[in-house]
């Protein structure tokens, strides 16, 4: 049997861990999500909104009208905390559209309490899916990872997705999420 050196050891590594990385921070894209028209699969968990807990059941939320759900990696962190503000600065425009917008992410509703007064504003109520069986059943959790990707959906009262957008710069989510609402408004 060859012996292999500690240099061509340590180039193995390297290489394994440089592609390990790429794979884990290259922007996720859209297949992987739910294809618009699919049927949102309905859920209940914790929610939090300006720092009060409430239980978030969608089929209620859609009773409503429309949903933006929209999954964040981690509270607290550069991208979601911009993304958690635009999204705050847009409800207005939301809820004249007809729609409410909830964050979900694997965060413990404990941190979700904070985050949900400093970075949402107490805007809209983000929901806790520690255990990431929401985020798995909406397909939108980050290969190897306890985190969901960037990915944002917009729900019809009927309960079917009319909108799928995945990409993890949080840069056009609320642009595309609010042009599917007014686009439902219109229909309506």
């Not at 059941?57 to 999954?71: I, M, N, S, W």
């Not at 979700?112 to 805007?123: D, P, Q, T, Y």
């Not at 917009?154 to 997705?161: C, P, R």
């Amino acid at each position: 049997m060859k012996k292999i050196s500690n240099t061509s050891l340590k180039c193995a590594l390297t290489l394994g861990a440089v592609m390990l990385g790429a794979s884990l921070f290259a922007p996720q894209t859209a297949h992987a999500a739910l294809d618009a028209n699919s049927p949102a699969p309905d859920f209940s968990a914790p929610a939090s909104m300006g720092g009060h807990e409430f239980p978030f059941h969608l089929k209620e939320a859609l009773q409503k009208g429309p949903v933006v759900l929209y999954f964040y990696p981690a509270a607290f962190t550069k991208g979601c905390t911009i993304e958690a503000h635009d999204f705050a600065d847009a409800v207005p425009d939301f809820k004249a559209a007809g729609a409410t917008v909830y964050g979900i992410s694997m965060d413990p509703i404990a941190k979700l309490n904070k985050f949900s007064v400093s970075e949402c504003r107490s805007a809209f109520g983000v929901i806790a899916d520690p255990d990431g069986k929401i985020t798995d059943s909406y397909k939108a959790k980050m290969p190897l990872l306890h985190m969901a990707s960037r990915t944002s959906y917009v729900i019809a009262q009927d309960g079917h997705v009319v909108l799928t957008y995945a990409s993890m710069s949080p840069d056009e989510h609320v642009e595309r999420t609010l042009a599917a609402v007014k686009a439902l408004q219109k229909q309506h």
